[in-house]
């Protein structure tokens, strides 16, 4: 969703996203919630973080809270490291309105937090 929004922000940023126990697709929560934004993340793929670590970055963006400490170390040159921790909305358990909640939840949070960091780091 993170990736997503940073697309809406910006469409001329190269975004990557990966994670350190990347799913096999994209939870389709995640799609169906981001659709309020008018974001499609459908043609999205979940990556490993191993996959960019000799890549240089100008920012580096770790989001879930086991993401900060077990992010490998990159060896490619990263300009800002910064944390921005979210719960993991795949985790969420209850009724499908009760998933969906959490996932449209999570989804606002990031829409701030990343909203803040781009107008303040990026931009």
Do not use: W
Request: aromatic share 10%; glycine share 6%.
């Amino acid at each position: 969703m993170a990736h997503g929004f940073l697309n809406a922000f910006d469409p001329t940023l190269e975004v990557v996203s990966a994670g350190t126990e990347p799913a096999k697709a994209v939870h389709s929560m995640a799609i169906e919630v981001m659709k309020a934004y008018n974001i499609d993340i459908s043609t999205h793929r979940p990556r490993s973080v191993d996959d960019y670590l000799d890549r240089s970055f100008d920012h580096v963006i770790t989001v879930c809270g086991g993401a900060k400490e077990s992010c490998p170390m990159f060896t490619g040159q990263v300009r800002k490291r910064t944390h921005i921790g979210f719960e993991d909305p795949a985790h969420a358990t209850g009724t499908v309105a009760e998933i969906r909640a959490e996932f449209e939840r999570i989804r606002d949070e990031i829409l701030v937090g990343f909203y803040a960091y781009y107008r303040n780091e990026i931009k």
